[in-house]
């Protein structure tokens, strides 16, 4: 792979029970398990490198319906769509399996690098070239909005089979005695609560749910918050001459 948008193009229609979960440096919002470490599970001799295309672009979605889940959990606000910028829009398969897995519309604009196009507002509403802010938002457009198509059982399916992957990167490092521990702050309930709002599966059961609780912390929305990590060891690992 040379490029991102090649990924699009190799991913298969379905992971087929794989799952990558990109915990290179630990497990961050809203586990927060600094012992875990990146694994792929689900395996088999049918996989081959489309499927593992696949599992890194659903990782992004995965983690970004965890925070999704947590925001609800910890402000009992719910979220309604979402605003997506950065390189990973380009991949409308990235795009629509996220509206997929996490139920509600996700909205993206014309201008993909939102952080630069902030930066120059800023500077221009220092200078003078736009009175305010509400002549600034005008300037911000939708290109295109995906909303969610995917069968509940699928979603289902692959929402319980992250989970187990998930429990599956835990555990890797004993530094500390701390680590790995429970975090007091998270509450399945409450977060399942938000997904149930949104029509969506909740997750794997009593059995599964002790293994995967972590800390629900503030800290705003991590969009597409395993782009970096994922597709970055996917170009850097699997090129091939």
Not at 79 to 106: E, Y
Request: charged share 25%.
């Amino acid at each position: 792979i040379d490029s991102f948008a090649e990924t699009e193009k190799l991913a298969t229609p379905r992971n087929d029970g794989l799952y990558l979960v990109p915990a290179f440096g630990g497990l961050f919002a809203p586990h927060w398990r600094s012992d875990a470490r990146a694994c792929m599970v689900g395996m088999t001799a049918t996989h081959h490198k489309g499927h593992i295309c696949r599992a890194a672009l659903e990782a992004t979605a995965y983690q970004t319906r965890e925070v999704f889940d947590a925001i609800y959990a910890d402000s009992k606000v719910q979220l309604t769509s979402l605003k997506v910028d950065g390189g990973g829009t380009a991949n409308a398969l990235l795009m629509q399996f996220q509206a997929d897995m996490i139920g509600v519309d996700v909205v993206k604009p014309v201008v993909q690098e939102t952080t630069a196009m902030g930066a120059c507002f800023a500077a221009g509403l220092a200078v003078g070239v736009w009175k305010d802010i509400d002549e600034v938002r005008e300037l911000w457009a939708v290109s295109k909005t995906y909303t969610p198509k995917m069968s509940e059982d699928e979603r289902a399916t692959n929402w319980v089979g992250w989970q187990k992957a998930v429990t599956k990167s835990l555990g890797w490092v004993e530094d500390d005695d701390e680590d790995g521990d429970e975090d007091e702050f998270y509450d399945a309930d409450v977060a399942d609560e938000g997904a149930s709002k949104r029509g969506l599966s909740v997750g794997v059961g009593d059995k599964d749910t002790d293994a995967i609780k972590g800390g629900f912390g503030t800290g705003g929305v991590l969009l597409m918050c395993a782009t970096s990590f994922a597709v970055g060891w996917l170009l850097s690992g699997t090129k091939r001459r």
